[in-house]
């Protein structure tokens, strides 16, 4: 089923072979996989072939139930009131489900999440239901055929530029990065290079819009696809097009704009509005940056790692598959589709990093800031933030000692 190892181990981490069949159905388990799913994963990625009598047997052994040793209601409720209080907001009880499920290990069923919400969130759920824009329909070849690429700049006032990249056909987010800028070539060429590694080749077609940023991207998939016979290999194998035309990274926003993104805009506006923060002023961008940065990447990476394993429900688009973004991705051979990575040359990817690649892509702030930051920090023992409470009030803090120097 794959032309490589490397893909035995990629789909939800590296497992060495003395993991036992027992710890890796726990661990799609606790994904909120179901039996099919688990069995599928166990043969075509970890060579375990298990009845479903045997499957059964394991989570019984284990105490893995969704129907029994359901969780305190009052411990869901906590949950949910915590994840309310940041992004959580803006997503729906399904995704929530997911949140209680692989983020805090409840066994909670989806109709308690969707009346607990009901309660909690009354006007997140009428928001939630008022009718979608009805889109195009997209026709995707299969995993590795089609990437769009696209920058996000609704958090760009406050200093924050996000860049991300879509497979077309299993709409699995392949990077979603954030840093000083989405704009430097050699920022998103980085990005681009590090997802080729990790994917062990590149696509067919890679796909972005005509912005100066994509330039190196385009030379180094034209470069890595020079030696390729393929109807799309060479300069075919990068399209540019408009913004609104790049259809699957383009649509994908609004769910991260609304599950996610919009909740960071409010908090940093409720800044700007108490003139504690001057878009303007690049002291102030720069602190903001330095405070928020990491927990901004963090929830962009546990987004993205939600939504791969988060189930798609059917279309009226028969060409779009529904299921898990992952399974579709790393195992197209259950939907019978054909995996298109184009396999490359480790030494050309190595020439294209060393060449056009920035290696401080994930930089906070700039190196002027950051070094008088540190500096006010071992005075004044503070410590960087780990959630945003902390964040607001270091923010604070450095403004504050920075106005009075």
Known sequence: FFSSRRRHTRLQGDWSSDVCSSDLIEHYFNLGYEQKEILSCLLLIHDENLSSRQLRRILARRGLTRRKHVSNLSTVVNRIEQELQCSGRNIGYRSMWQRLVVDHDLVVAKETVRHALRILDPEGVNERLRHRLQRRQYKGRGPNFLWHIHGFDKLKPYGFCIHGEIDGYSRRILWLEVSISNNEPAFIAKYFVDC??????????????????????????????????????????????????????????????????????????????????????????????????????????????????????????????????????????????????????????????EELCCMKCTSSCSKEFCQLANIILNEENLMLPKDLMEARNLYLSLINRIDNL
């Not at 990447?297 to 060409?319: K, T, Y």
Request: charged letters at 25%; proline letters at 4%.
């Open 196 to 353: 080729v590694k990790a994917a062990g080749g590149t696509a067919r077609i890679v796909r972005a819009d005509l912005g100066t940023e994509n330039t190196y991207v385009a030379g180094i998939q034209r470069f890595l696809r020079n030696d390729s016979c393929d109807s799309f290999s060479k300069d075919k194998s990068f399209m540019y097009g408009r913004s609104v035309s790049n259809q699957r990274i383009e649509a994908w926003w609004s769910q991260l704009r609304r599950r996610c993104a919009s909740w960071w805009m409010e908090h940093f506006n409720e800044l700007r509005e108490s003139r504690l923060y001057c878009d303007s002023n690049p002291v102030h961008v720069d602190c903001l940056r330095f405070c928020y940065m990491d927990l901004i990447r963090d929830e962009l990476h546990r987004f993205a790692r939600l939504w791969n394993n988060h189930r798609i429900r059917p279309s009226i688009n028969c060409e779009s598959p529904s299921g898990r973004p992952d399974l579709l991705y790393y195992l197209p051979e259950v939907s019978a589709m054909q995996n298109f990575t184009v396999p490359i040359d480790n030494d050309d990817v190595i020439l294209c990093e």
